[in-house]
């Protein structure tokens, strides 16, 4: 069996064309915003940097002036600003180089920007499978999985930011 890295996927998100019988069902990628937000811990970060940034302003308000003690204080602001961004980069660089793929055998998982892996999850390995619909019309995917706990901690490890935010939306 030959394997070539460089290889163009027949389908998007499969590495090779889906087995005879095997249909697909539904792909899509999760929302880049939401998979910040509750992957990478978008709020954390930002309630970190405030709590410095507030530090630093009530560690200054003493000795200086109110102006001095704002212009001490930006530059906490703007690294905050920087962390931020950065942090929207890379989920909208993340939720780019996604795609999941539900067919009637299994859920297929192409994840990673930089090292690509795409996992496949056959449906006898689920347990249980839910979708909460939001307001936008989108909803959130989760799936409780058998196997053992070995088996579990691996597969969280590889898909952790993934399987907390599988955004469903209408194909």
Not at 91 to 100: H, L, S
Request: positive net charge.
């Amino acid at each position: 069996m030959s394997h070539d890295d460089f290889a163009a996927e027949p389908i998007n998100g499969l590495p090779e064309l889906p087995p005879r019988g095997e249909v697909i069902l539904w792909q899509g990628r999760p929302n880049w915003l939401r998979l910040t937000v509750e992957s990478l811990n978008l709020w954390w970060v930002v309630a970190y940097f405030a709590v410095l940034t507030a530090w630093r302003f009530i560690t200054v308000i003493d000795v200086l002036s109110f102006d001095r003690a704002i212009i001490m204080t930006l530059p906490f602001v703007i690294m905050t600003l920087i962390v931020v961004l950065l942090l929207m980069l890379v989920g909208f660089i993340q939720a780019r180089a996604t795609v999941y793929t539900i067919t009637n055998r299994r859920v297929a998982m192409r994840i990673g920007a930089a090292l690509t892996v795409t996992l496949n999850i056959p449906y006898t390995q689920i347990d249980n499978a839910a979708v909460s619909v939001g307001k936008l019309v989108a909803g959130i995917l989760r799936w409780k999985q058998k196997g053992t706990l070995s088996f579990r901690i691996w597969y969280c490890g590889h898909i952790f930011d993934h399987g907390k935010s599988a955004n469903l939306s209408p194909p």
